[in-house]
T-cell receptor, first 114, second 110 residues
Framework: EAQVTQNPRYLITVTGKKLTVTCSQN?????MSWYRQDPGLGLRQIYY???????DKGDVPEGYKVSRKEKRNFPLILESPSPNQTSLYFC?????????????FGSGTRLTVV | EDQVTQSPEALRLQEGESSSLNCSYT??????LFWYRQDPGKGPEFLFT???AGEEKEKERLKATLTKKESFLHITAPKPEDSATYLCAVQDQAGTALIFGKGTTLSVSS
């Protein structure tokens, strides 16, 4: 089944403790991206990657890092999480040309930083 | 600056009561307008892509239309299982991001 898999689904952590949220896709998509979703603010892009070793900032990159060493994986790293990073996070992927299929989203990671 | 505005924020319908959701957008060169459905606690699920004014697409009880400044998602004879948040998005000119509206939460009661 074509899908984007995120782990973990839920995570509660403490301020300053480094964490990684994993994202993997099995569709051979070139493009991958991370979004966060907050009430009243909607979905906002954090980082994106057009292909292996090519990453760039989205609208809200502060406090986050990413890497793209393999085509299928695009982990999101929070080096020193803070409470304002409490949010629902989504990973998405697509073919570079988009086409008629849009982005495929993962099921989400709900992160709470206390 | 690219911008997407959806209205209404929330919509309550009776089963079978047809209605429309609105998505107005400002973008410098439309590369595509997308509609997604999102159920609580889940990721957005792709519904449609529209590329040019006058284009229409249908899927079951849903029909999406596009003009030069807005898109409509028409819901015909909705059922309770159509209850969800519907998101509209446009692709930015660089093709590197989707710009999302804040969504319309639809509740259909039987």
């Amino acid at each position: 089944e074509a899908q984007v898999t995120q782990n973990p689904r839920y995570l509660i952590t403490v301020t300053g403790k480094k964490l990684t949220v994993t994202c993997s896709q099995n569709m051979n998509h070139e493009y991958m991206s991370w979004y966060r979703q907050d009430p009243g603010l909607g979905l906002r892009q954090i980082y994106y990657s057009m292909n292996v070793e090519v990453t760039d900032k989205g609208d809200v990159p502060e406090g986050y890092k990413v890497s793209r060493k393999e085509k299928r994986n695009f982990p999101l790293i929070l080096e020193s999480p803070s409470p304002n990073q409490t949010s629902l996070y989504f990973c998405a992927s697509s073919l570079a040309g988009q086409g008629n299929y849009g982005y495929t989203f993962g099921s989400g990671t709900r992160l709470t930083v206390v | 600056e690219d911008q997407v505005t959806q209205s209404p924020e929330a919509l309550r319908l009776q089963e079978g009561e047809s209605s429309s959701l609105n998505c107005s957008y400002t973008v410098s060169g439309l590369r595509g307008l997308f509609w997604y459905r999102q159920d609580p606690g889940k990721g957005p699920e792709f519904l449609f892509t529209l590329y040019s004014a006058g284009e229409e697409k249908e899927k079951e009880r849903l029909k999406a239309t596009l003009t030069k400044k807005e898109s409509f998602l028409h819901i015909t004879a909705p059922k309770p299982e159509d209850s969800a948040t519907y998101l509209c998005a446009v692709q930015d000119q660089a093709g590197t991001a989707l710009i999302f509206g804040k969504g319309t939460t639809l509740s259909v009661s039987s």
